[in-house]
């Protein structure tokens, strides 16, 4: 199809070429048949053609071309032109060989020369040269020419497209020789020919050095040809001949200069690799254009005309220069690495373009060039590495740089006429009197938007152009069209260089970071720079070379400007040449840029030490720069106000922040903020975000500046380090308008972000961040040091630098929070307020922090997160204080379970309290502890529970605030509570170490367990002796119940070191505080009432006395069993009984009696856990069975300890005052709880002690006990002690004394026979005590009241009645029990105890209790049932007990106590029952048995019976004495004296006469009964009976006549009035009682009655007679009696025979005289 196609092209081809030379064959045949001819001919050719596929149009080229040239030469214009068709048809169909374009050339050359159809010559040339490349060597010189030539007619058409022809051709030319290069470098891959080096080792320069007409011989041909056009060019333009292009006559330099120009810029490849080309460049082009710069550079617009050289060659011409520095340009752009020296020569020249005496159109035009260069980055490398960095080079990148920079400062600084006189130009009056619209050369007024420009000084200079970054737009470069230098705006040259500068930054930039490095002022923290020491050296160099410029320019600019984008662009320039210069560690230049930065972000003059400082610097390195144009301050400073208001918006007035080089006393005035001021604050701080990794210390210079802004704004930190705008005026000093109140926001959120980037930083750049917070934190505090308001933005931008860099605490933790530590010390309130808010939130921040690895497992990041707030405890002021506390509860509660290692900071922290700190700082760290010790315990390490328990104590400690003391006691107790509940867990954890552990000296290898309890006792030991009562006791309390509870899970070792480092040392301290403690009242402090039982000191450690006392005490008891393993537990015992015998002793009653409690526990806890005997069966009291229950000597000295200890409290305290004292008050007197404990203590220390009791013991408990029991009781305190006196009770003491007996006495009758040795004590001592009823004991000589009377005396005696009456019930039961043991007999008990009851039995009714007689006479007959059958049986041991005995039944039978008036009959009967009770005793119990009864009691009992068997006779009548007849006690008497008379039992007739009736019956009976039964064979055994017979007898008798006598004597004086009954009843008795002894006598044996009775008896007969005559109005049973007596006498009128002269022996005759009283 293709084929097809070609062939149907072809015959088209074909048809048009038959039809155009038809076409010219009509026109010719008229005027030129030869041509007409030819035309045919080619016709037929032609046709030919088309009839023949086979034959090709190339065939007959010739032939078709021969008419054509013909026509040509006929100069017809009308044939040329269709010639000249047939000619282009031909060339487009490719047919034409050399041959025929020679003779087309040679054609168009005739038609040129004769100026016919230049267009379409023009056109055809193109076509020739353009479709093939036949045209080669002289003809395509020729057909060039051709085209020059028509260049220069003078048709502006033909010149025209002659231009673009020749522009065309040229380019062509070249186009082949790439071609062509192609095609060989094709053929040479292959191998088909010889390589470049080889063609290149033949070429000869010295042969291209010289100018021929010939091209080189290495040069192939398209090649040569253009080598030789381009030599040609070069010539022309050199105003030299062409040696190739002959025929050119003519020539302009402009057109040459364009045709270079286009040939280097789009054919360098062609240069470089052909070395021909290459030589042309060096040594002709170069050379040219070195020659063409010179009038340039020689003229000078300084230099008057005149001087100036008149040739016009050497007078600058814009259109020559303008194409010159294109030329340059194309060259330094494309051939640099060809022509490195050429360049630096171009590059030089084009430098002076820009001095000031340059025209400003030669300044424009450089600097176009100068930009294109300057967005090259590879080409300004180049010139520094080949240049700036050869020793001897001149440094033409800094050239550049520094001309720039020096132009721009020209402008402005030594204003160009130019722009002086536009200036001058717009105002007739030379600025004078500028139209209001302009206002300094700026259109201003409503609806104008002011052009973008440069202000400064007064020079105006508008941003004329605007330009996209990166690339180079020229003006005057391409105004090829003009020939006069065009008219330069004033503001244009400083455009370019603005724009030129940017780039140049830009540039450097893309050579640092690489082409691929975003935008600058975009790039950031991210971007890698990691360059080779070559590049690296190179880069340097390129800053090196450019700052000092770059810096003198754009500071310039900076200031100068006043548009908003371009004053950006400038920022954004400055900072990225100072992070460059940054990344290379370029200090100087860095430090520059960023000094220029933050200058501009202050007002004109703010007085900055430290920028003011950096700029001297900088301005010294970049003085060269400006040559001779550096800024004087004076100068400066007559404009920069007024330039910045006009040109600038005032957005903010405030205050400047005072700096430490100003004077105390200077004060700046108020400070302006513009719009810019803001932006570059914002550029600031958008530098520090993007390259804080490159700051290193230009850190301080940046972050310096920011404070002051952040001042003058107003802006304050708040939490978190982020800065907020003031809530009023008065609170920041800063006028802000509403158009930057708006900003303020966004500002500090730019700050905050500017901290937060630091996270990007590396470590190193990082460190020089926090230096430099460092550094103006330490200014800002030696400014506060002088009293003046500091700012705090240091502080809190380290305090955000810290908490978004957690992630890497360890690099920044130590310099942040040392430095936040030291501004906590300050003295000024908001700076240290800050310090610490600052060190705390970054502490709270860093625990809540995710750290990898996590914080919970890494102990040193937990020790170094939390030391920073341990090391605030430091700091002595309260509100920092207050502030860490507030912090650490905080951190507890939110993340107190990942310290699993901090907590020995932590309880430092908390445990930092002292007592110069309030209450609120103490309670305050006091909630941090409750929450540790509630909810953290668990969680903390071991090691640390010891300090806890030290940090709660201290709280204990604290004074400040009670109820915090107290709380803490508590929480160690919960402390314990763990401790106990943990113990396992504990136990496997701990170890001993010595520094957590304090030493625990006299315990080698305490376990560490154990330490930790030791550990908790001494400090609540510690807390035991605080100053505060309350403290003291809640301490005890929790120490003592702690042991209590826990105490069992401590080794047996470890109690010894609880005894003598805790318990006993508390006691002594306690002891030896007591005693010094103060008497005075305490202060009751306001309203606060205390009970006065606590009002001194004294008394309140007495409370504490008491406490630990008792603790101590029950420690012993209830760990005895341990305590006993213990090797010096003996010790131990004896020194804690000292403590209680010095307690014991103390005069506050509390304390006495607490000790004695404390004895007490002791003892009772000594019964279950030391051995005793008492549980041994009671035939086990053999010495034998004794050694079987062996008792360790240690026990038995600690109870015999616990005994002496016993007694001698005893002894010391019951001991009388001195005779000399008889007031109570003034002695001590122990008290009834007291004496009452003392006792009770007894029976559980007898309990140990009562095998070895012996009877000296004894007799220390009797002395002790009598003591106690004599002791009065104090008036106040009697009605609680004291029973009433109608209860029948003891009181508590005396019951104790009571009980304790009863042990001893158990001990007695139970115990071993050694025991009994103490049975006569004990019945002394209970006798003693029975004494007490009548008469109560004496206390020293205090004087004493009873207890039933009210009296002034403040002492008041027991009630001892009932306690003596329990006494006297023992003595009986305890004799009843041992009456027959030999040492009751041996020690004459029984006389002891009849010997007591006299006292008692005398009194009677005198008793202070009627009880008590009644009771003692129960006694003594209960006493006398047992111990007159052992008195018969021992009559030696019992002699003395017989006349003690009759004393007491005399003293007891007729008492001169009389009965109570009021006493009822039943009462007297049941007295009277009471005393016939001791008579029957007498009767059954001593007078059957009188022989073996000493005589002398025989003969008293009988006296006592006479007297009282006819009592009313004894006298006067008794019932005037309130005594009472007592009928049946006589009867009893007389019967018993009856029942012994003299008559036998088998004399006895048991029946009496039967009128015998009534009681005398009864009692015979009753006596006779007696007799028959107990008494026979006693009656009739000795003389001893006869004597009791006769005394009974012989005392009857007499009596009865007593009576009778009496009886008579009252009935006479008594006249008409009878006698009383009872006297009536007595006589009746007596006269039956004769008639009952007549009977008696008269049945008796004769020699059993002796003659005297006899006598008596018939004496009586007289009476009996006075009787019945003096009883005129006797009752009937007076009469009766009386009548049967008589009746006996009847028998006696006549005596019986009996033997006479009998008489009454000696014996009888004494007995008589007793019993009658003579």
């Known amino acids: 199809m293709t084929t097809s196609a070609s062939d149907g092209k072809a015959a088209k081809m074909l048809d048009a070429l038959q039809s155009d030379l038809k076409a010219l064959c009509m026109e010719t045949k008229k005027r030129y048949p030869h041509i007409k001819d030819s035309c045919e001919e080619a016709i037929i050719k032609v046709r030919g053609a088309s009839m023949n596929p086979q034959s090709s149009l190339s065939q007959i080229t010739s032939q078709v071309l021969y008419p054509l040239v013909q026509a040509a030469e006929t100069k017809d214009p009308k044939i040329v032109k269709l010639s000249l068709t047939l000619m282009q048809r031909l060339i487009v169909a490719d047919v034409v060989d050399t041959n025929s374009g020679e003779h087309v050339v040679e054609t168009l050359w005739m038609l040129m020369e004769a100026g016919i159809e230049e267009l379409k010559v023009l056109q055809t040339v193109t076509l020739l040269l353009t479709t093939s490349a036949v045209i080669q060597g002289a003809t395509l010189a020729k057909a060039l020419v051709l085209c020059f030539r028509l260049h220069f007619t003078k048709d502006a058409t033909v010149v025209n497209t002659a231009s673009a022809t020749v522009r065309q051709l040229v380019s062509v030319v070249f186009e082949r020789v790439v071609a062509e290069d192609a095609k060989y470098y094709k053929e040479e891959s292959s191998g088909i020919s010889t390589t470049e080096e080889e063609v290149e080792e033949h070429i000869n320069l010295e042969e291209l050095k010289v100018l021929s007409a010939n091209s080189p011989k290495t040069l192939h041909p398209a090649a040569a040809d253009a080598y030789l056009m381009f030599q040609d060019l070069v010539q022309l333009v050199n105003a030299d001949q062409p040696l190739w292009l002959l025929g050119l006559t003519e020539m302009t330099r402009t057109f040459g200069l364009e045709l270079l120009e286009s040939v280097l810029t789009t054919f360098p490849t062609v240069f470089y690799n052909h070395t021909e080309f290459n030589f042309l460049l060096k040594d002709r082009v170069c050379a040219l254009v070195i020659k063409l710069f010179s009038p340039n550079i020689k003229y000078r617009t300084s230099v008057p ?34 022509l490195v020296t050429q360049c630096e020569i171009f590059l030089s020249l084009m430098v002076k373009f820009l001095d000031g005496d340059r025209p400003m159109w030669q300044r424009g035009l450089a600097l176009e060039v100068l930009h294109r260069l300057a967005t090259q980055p590879n080409l300004l490398q180049s010139f520094c590495t080949n240049y700036d960095m050869k020793p001897h080079a001149t440094k033409i990148f800094q050239d550049i740089v520094n001309s720039l920079g020096a132009f721009v400062q020209s402008l402005f600084i030594s204003p160009q006429s130019s722009a002086a006189s536009q200036l001058s130009s717009n105002s007739p009056g030379g600025g004078q009197g500028q139209s209001p619209a302009l206002l300094a050369g700026m259109p201003v007024g409503p609806g104008v938007s002011p052009q973008p420009a440069f202000f400064y000084r007064g020079v105006y200079l508008p941003l004329c152009i605007s330009i996209p970054t990166g690339q180079a737009k020229s003006s005057y470069l391409e105004m ?203 550029a600031t701080l958008s530098m520090a975000h993007c390259h804080g990794g490159v700051l290193g210390a230009a850190w301080h210079l940046l972050l310096t500046t920011l404070q002051h802004l952040v001042w003058i704004l107003g802006l304050k930190p708040s939490t978190g380090g982020s800065l907020k705008a003031g809530r009023s005026t008065a609170e920041t000093n800063a006028v802000i308008t509403t158009a930057v109140i708006a900003d303020l926001p966004v500002l500090s959120s730019m700050l905050s972000r500017l901290f937060e980037s630091s996270q990007h930083l590396n470590d190193v750049a990082l460190h020089h961040l926090i230096d430099a917070l460092c550094q103006l934190s330490r200014e800002s505090m030696e400014l506060a040091y002088t009293n003046r308001e500091p700012s705090l933005f240091a502080v809190a931008k380290l305090l955000e630098t810290g908490v978004v860099n957690l992630g890497r605490v360890e690099v920044l933790w130590r310099p942040v929070t040392n430095h936040l530590l030291d501004v906590c010390q300050h003295p000024h309130v908001r700076m240290r307020e800050w310090g610490v808010e600052a060190v705390t939130y970054l502490v709270k921040a860093a625990l809540t922090h995710k750290h990898n690895p996590p914080l919970k497992d890494n102990q040193k990041l937990q020790t170094l997160l939390l030391s920073p707030l341990s090391e605030v405890s430091l700091v002595g002021h309260p509100d920092v204080r207050q502030k860490q506390l507030e912090s650490l509860l905080h951190i507890l509660h939110s993340c107190g379970e990942l310290l699993h290692h901090g907590w020995p900071l932590i309880l430092n922290i908390i445990g930092a309290i002292n007592d110069n700190h309030s209450e609120h700082l103490v309670r305050l760290a006091f909630q941090c502890l409750q929450l540790v010790v509630t909810d953290f315990l668990p969680l903390m390490p071991w090691s640390c529970l010891p300090l806890t328990v030290d940090t709660a104590a201290k709280f204990g400690s604290q004074t400040q605030e009670l109820n915090i003391s107290l709380t803490a006691i508590g929480l160690m107790w919960n402390i314990s509570d763990y401790f106990y509940q943990n113990q396992e867990k504990l136990r496997v954890s701990l170890t001993s170490d010595n520094q957590v552990f304090p030493d625990f000296p006299g315990v080698p290898n305490m376990p560490p367990f154990d330490k930790l309890w030791m550990c908790l006792y001494a400090r609540l030991g510690d807390l035991c002796v605080d100053s505060r009562p309350a403290v003291r006791k809640s301490a005890g309390q929790t120490l003592f119940s702690t042991i209590a509870a826990h105490g069992a899970l401590l080794h047996n070792q470890t109690w010894q070191a609880v005894l003598w480092q805790v318990l006993f040392p508390l006691l002594d301290k306690v ?234 006495e158990k001990e007695i009758t139970e115990g071993s026979g050694a025991s009994r040795a103490m049975v006569p004590q004990l019945f002394s001592l209970l006798l003693q005590f029975s004494s007490y009823s009548c008469q109560a004991p004496s206390y020293g000589n205090v004087l004493t009241r009873p207890h039933t009377s009210k009296g002034s005396t403040d002492w008041v005696t027991m009630n ?288 059993k009655v002796d003659s005297m009775t006899w006598t008596q008896l018939i004496g009586l007969y007289p009476h009996l007679v006075e009787v019945g005559g003096a009883s005129s109005t006797g009752s009937p049973q007076l009469w009766r009696s009386l009548r049967e007596v008589l009746l006996q006498y009847a028998q006696l009128l006549h005596p019986p025979s009996s033997p006479a002269g009998e008489v009454c022996d000696a014996t009888d005759t004494t007995h008589l005289s007793l019993v009658n009283g003579t």
């Open 305 to 338: 005309a005149s001087m100036q050289q008149a040739t016009p060659l050497d007078k600058p011409y814009f259109p020559i220069a303008m194409r010159l520095l294109r030329v340059v340009s194309v060259l330094i752009q494309k051939y640099y690495p060809l």
């Open 480 to 682: 090829l069209d003009k020939l006069e230098p065009p008219t330069i705006p004033d503001g244009y040259g400083v455009s370019v260089a603005y724009y030129c500068l940017l780039d140049i930054i830009r540039s450097i930039h893309l050579v640092m970071m690489g082409p691929n490095a975003p935008a600058e002022g975009h790039s950031g923290v991210n971007e890698q720079y990691d360059p080779s020491e070559e590049e690296r050296r190179i880069h340097e160099q390129l800053v090196n070379s450019a700052w000092c410029g770059l810096l003198a320019a754009l500071t310039i600019l900076l200031e100068a400007c006043t548009d908003e984008a371009a004053t950006e662009n400038i920022l954004k320039a400055i900072q990225t040449f100072a992070s460059l210069a940054g990344k290379l560690e370029l200090t100087t230049p860095r430090d520059a840029f960023i000094t220029a930065l933050c200058k501009s972000c202050l007002p004109p003059h703010y007085t900055l030490t430290v920028l003011n400082n950096a700029s001297v610097a900088a301005a010294a390195s970049s003085s060269s720069v400006s040559r001779g144009h550096q800024r004087s301050p004076s100068t400066e400073s007559q404009h920069q106000y007024y330039d910045s208001e006009v040109r600038h918006q005032v957005v903010a007035v405030g205050t400047a922040l005072a700096t430490p080089s100003l004077p105390v006393g200077a004060q700046q005035g108020p400070v302006m903020l513009t719009n810019k001021n803001l932006q570059c604050m914002r």
């Open 1071 to 1304: 002891r030896q505080l007591s005693d010094s403690a103060s008497t005075d009242k305490v202060d009751q402090g306001g309203n606060i009432l205390i009970h006065h039982s606590r009002n001194t000191q004294q008394k309140q450690w007495a409370e504490t006395q008491v406490l630990t006392l008792s603790g101590v005490a029950r420690v012993f008891s209830t760990k005895q069993k341990i305590l006993q393993g213990l090797g010096d537990f003996p010790r131990a015992w004896a020194l804690l009984l000292d403590f209680i015998h010095t307690a014991a002793l103390s005069k506050s009653n509390e304390v006495s009696l607490a000790a004695l409690k404390s004895l007490q526990e002791m003892l009772q806890a000594g019964r279950s856990s030391a051995p005793s005997t008492s549980g041994l069966p009671e035939d086990s009291t053999s010495p034998s069975h004794l050694n079987s229950s062996v008792v360790p000597e240690d026990s038995i000295a600690n109870w015999n300890t616990a005994w002496k200890v016993w007694h001698t409290i005893g002894s010391e305290v019951t001991k009388p005052p001195p005779d000399e004292v008889t007031r109570g008050s003034d002695a001590y007197i122990p008290s009834q709880p007291f004496l009452t404990a003392l006792v009770h203590i007894f029976p559980h220390l007898f309990l140990h002690i009562k095998h070895r009791f012996v009877v000296s013991d004894f007799t220390r408990l009797a002395s002790v006990l009598l003591g106690c029991v004599s002791v009065p009781v104090h008036g106040d305190s009697s009605p609680f002690i004291l029973p009433s006196f109608t209860e029948v009770v003891v009181t508590p003491l005396q019951e104790g004394i009571l009980q304790a007996l009863v042990g001893v």
């Open 1360 to 1647: 001892f009645v009932p306690f003596a009456e329990r006494s006297m019930s023992m003595v009986v039961s305890l004799y009843q029990k041992t009456s027959n043991w030999q040492e009751v007999i041996e020690a004459s008990v029984l006389k002891n105890i009849i010997q007591a009851t006299i006292t008692p039995l005398r009194l009677k009714y005198q008793c202070p209790a009627q009880t008590t007689w009644k009771l003692v006479i129960t006694t003594l007959l209960t006493v006398l049932q047992e111990g007159l059958q052992l008195a018969r049986e021992h009559p030696t041991h019992f002699k003395d007990m017989w006349p003690v005995l009759g004393t007491a039944l005399d003293s007891f039978l007729f008492s001169n106590s009389p009965p109570p008036a009021n006493q009822s009959s039943e009462d007297a009967e049941r007295d009277e029952g009471i005393d016939c009770q001791v008579v029957e005793l007498i009767r059954e119990e001593i007078l059957p048995y009188a022989s073996s009864t000493p005589s002398d009691f025989i003969v008293s009992i009988m006296v006592l019976l006479n007297k009282g068997s006819i009592e009313s006779a004894s006298g006067v009548d008794s019932d005037c004495e309130g005594f009472k007849l007592r009928e049946e006690f006589a009867k009893t008497c007389f019967e018993t004296l009856l029942q012994f008379s003299l008559l036998t039992p088998s004399d006895l007739d048991p029946e009496l006469d039967n009128t015998d009736k009534g009681s005398s019956r009864k009692s015979l009976e009753t006596s006779n009964g007696f007799t028959a039964q107990d008494s026979t064979s006693s009656l009739a055994q000795s003389d001893s009976t006869q004597v009791t017979t006769k005394l009974a007898v012989t005392s009857l008798l007499h009596r009865f006549r007593e009576v009778l006598v009496k009886y008579v004597e009252d009935e006479k004086l008594s006249g008409k009035c009878p006698l009383p009954r009872h006297r009536i009843a007595e006589i009746s008795f007596v006269l039956k009682a004769i008639a009952t002894l007549l009977s008696s006598l008269k049945k008796a044996p004769i020699e």
